[in-house]
């Protein structure tokens, strides 16, 4: 929900239907109010888990196989076993979606816990009972102000880390480096927090992944310490496609305050614009850009196009 005064590149429209989705847990679809895991949960006590986010575009999840390769990757590298495969994963997520009678405008967070644990503590021998699996299906519309308004970025002090304490590339329950730096930006009177990497350049947003256009070319960060983003490299692919110069590349605060344009990436709200960073307004500091809005579009036609494949492939 948004007020006045801050928005997040996650507001969505009001929807009441929300209030009584039906939700999936561990092979049954129960009512919200009824949809409640263990307090022995590996994810409730130690972020032991990892989850997706996905969209529904009629009656399809736009891009299944990327998501499922992240997810079983990084479940992998985890020694997480899901349990299912892919065609699993799809039936739960088609029979949640019909249970609330979802075709379009919806958004599912996909979790995947190493389960309840036989004991409070932290050791995964103790996650006995799994993996949970859950699927958070809602009406989602995101919000028009954040088109129109675009989002205010704050650079915070919390960084993106290195691989080899927890990789950022982890879409893990714990997201508390995430939170902290949302917080930091939040304090400074922004929307969300521009985090840097280790060595102080630009890398990526505390939810989404970060890109900025400078006289026509789009450059985002190297891809190191941001989260392996599905929509960030559909950008990409569609930038190289379209002729459009792109660059995955170190760059300062002096080149992002510089640029004429900034949008965000994100499953959620595909390209969202970015109207100010530390209070330096980007490219008039209101909606879109032209190079952001020719993206915007570009995407729109990939997943109609990607949708269509899905279904015929499904038959
Ligand atoms: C930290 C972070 N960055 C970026 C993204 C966007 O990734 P995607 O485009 O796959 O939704 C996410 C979403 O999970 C995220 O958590």
Redesign the pocket.
Known sequence: MTDAHSHSTHDTLADPRNDTIMIYVDGAIVPKDQAKVSVYDSGFMLGDGMWE?LRLYEGEWAFFDDHMDRLFSACKAVSLDIGLDRDGIRDILDRTAAANGMVNDAHCRLMITRGRKAKPFQHPHLSQWGPTIVAIVEHSTPANSLQSRGIRLATVPQVRGLPHSQDPKF?SHS?LN?VIACLQAEQAGADEGLMLDPHGFVN??????FFIVRKGAVWTSTGDY??N????QKVIDLCHANGIPVFERNYSLYDAYGADEAFL????GAQTPVAEIDGKSIGGGSGAGPVTLRLRDLYKDLIARTVAAQKAQRG
């Open positions: 986010g879409n997201k995430c990526t947003t505390n939810a989404c992944n941001c989260m983003g599905i929509t960030r990436t994100g499953t959620f």
